[in-house]
C-alpha cells in the first residue's frame, strides 16, 4: 500500500534546520489552504516574522505549539481558547518558503526544551501518522 505524505514528514531530519540557524522543527509539504488543528487544548498567540511568515503559537498548559508559513494568523483573537482537535490555522507559503508547507515545533514550558513536532509525537506515544493526520485535518 502506498504510503501517504503525512507519514514522511519532508524534514523529520532536524539538523537541516539546526544547519540554517534555527532549532528542532518538522516541516509538512500540504497545499495551501490546508486546514490546522490543535493537538492539544490552548490560546492563540499569533505573530508574523521575516523567516517563518504568518505564524501562530497555541500556549497549552505544558508545551507551546509554533506554526509558521501560515496564510492567515488572524482567524482568531489573541488568547482565544481552542479546545483540542478544534481547527487553529490556515496553512500557506508565506516568508522564506520554497514552496506551500506547514513548519511546526513544540516549546516544552516545563523544562524549556524545544523540540520537533515528530519528536513531541514519539515522545507523547502517538501513533505518527494518525497524530499527524488528526494535526492537517486528514480523515
Do not use: C
Not at 58 to 68: A, C, D, E, K, M
Not at 81 to 96: D, E
Not at 117 to 128: A, D, N, P, S, V
Amino acid at each position: 500500500m502506498a504510503r501517504q505524505f503525512w507519514e514522511y514528514p519532508i524534514s523529520g531530519d532536524t539538523a537541516a534546520h539546526k544547519r540554517r540557524g534555527g532549532g528542532p522543527a518538522t516541516d509538512y509539504a500540504v497545499p495551501s489552504g490546508t486546514a490546522l488543528y490543535a493537538p492539544f487544548t490552548g490560546r492563540i498567540e499569533p505573530f508574523a516574522n521575516e523567516d517563518g511568515g504568518k505564524g501562530i503559537r497555541l500556549v497549552g498548559s505544558r508545551f507551546t505549539l509554533n506554526v509558521q508559513h501560515l496564510s492567515r494568523n488572524d482567524l482568531y483573537k489573541r488568547n482565544a481558547l481552542r479546545l483540542w482537535r478544534t481547527r487553529i490555522a490556515i496553512s500557506g507559503n508565506t516568508g522564506k518558503s520554497t514552496g506551500p508547507h506547514v513548519h511546526a515545533w513544540i516549546l516544552d514550558r516545563k523544562t524549556g526544551r524545544r523540540m520537533s513536532f515528530l519528536e513531541w509525537q514519539r515522545m507523547r506515544g502517538h501513533r505518527l501518522a494518525a497524530a499527524s493526520k488528526r494535526f492537517l485535518g486528514i480523515k
